[in-house]
């Protein structure tokens, strides 16, 4: 298996319910990523990590928890969300956190996430 | 302001006929990259294509390739024979080099969605 993997595609979820978001990469790459899709907005980045270890956080609700055990490996926690957190949640890697100007992300297929 | 500017929110285009999907941006930065990604409704962002900012030439990749105009700042991509499978949306997105300041991080545009009829 190649590339990036997210797993699940679809979710539904109550607002008090706890889920998580997984993904995988199998590039050999340093950084992963959570973006944030919603409609009509750009790209959201969320998170970054660089070699398991978190570098950013977006200003991100604490009712989002990423986690990323191993640099191939990234989960997004998901607690208590709020209606206006439906979106699509994208995963990405790149081979370094700094990635060069000519350096492309490599992205999974998302998780469409709804919260009723 | 927004760095990246997307203006046709929808386009349509005939199979087998080209289509040019239009991408303005802002930096101050001499150095910098565009990207272009495809985003079908599986939801997938795929990369396209790539133009330097110090890249003499325009970009191709076999069916698509990049109009650079680097004094206008735009970065236009151009699909040629428009497939069905063409049809998606289509984000632009640079990446400023260390003197913007801002980690290398991607700037995305709003997209565009491209229809391709039979």
């Known amino acids: 298996e190649t590339g990036v993997t997210q797993t699940p595609r679809h979710l539904v979820m109550g607002m008090t319910n706890k889920k998580s978001l997984k993904c995988e990469q199998h590039?050999?790459?340093?950084?992963m990523y959570w973006y944030k899709q919603s409609a009509k907005k750009p790209l959201e980045l969320m998170f970054v990590?660089?070699?398991?270890?978190?570098?950013e956080n977006n200003s991100v609700p604490s009712r989002f928890s990423p986690e990323c055990p191993n640099s191939s490996h990234l989960f997004l926690h998901l607690h208590t969300l709020q209606p206006e957190d439906s979106a699509l949640y994208l995963c990405a890697s790149s081979q370094d956190v700094h990635p060069a100007v000519n350096s492309p992300l490599h992205f999974g297929n998302g998780t469409r996430l709804t919260v009723t | 302001a927004q760095k990246i500017t997307q203006t046709q929110p929808g386009m349509f285009v005939q199979e087998k006929e080209a289509v040019t999907l239009d991408c303005t941006y802002d930096?101050?930065?001499?150095?910098?990259?565009l990207f272009w990604y495809k985003q079908p409704s599986s939801g997938e962002m795929i990369f396209l294509i790539y133009?330097?900012?110090?890249d003499q030439q325009n970009a191709t990749e076999g069916r698509y390739s990049l109009n650079f105009q680097k004094a206008r700042k735009s970065a236009n991509l151009v699909i040629s024979a428009s497939q069905l499978g063409d049809s998606a949306m289509y984000f632009c997105?640079?990446?400023?080099?260390?003197?913007?300041?801002?980690?290398?991080?991607?700037?995305w545009g709003l997209g565009t969605s491209l229809a391709v009829n039979p």
């Open positions: 590039l050999g790459h340093n950084a």
């Open positions: 133009q330097g900012s110090y």
């Open positions: 990590y660089n070699f398991k270890e978190q570098t």
């Open positions: 997105a640079m990446r400023e080099g260390p003197k913007a300041g801002n980690n290398r991080k991607l700037i």
């Open positions: 930096t101050s930065d001499p150095s910098y990259g």
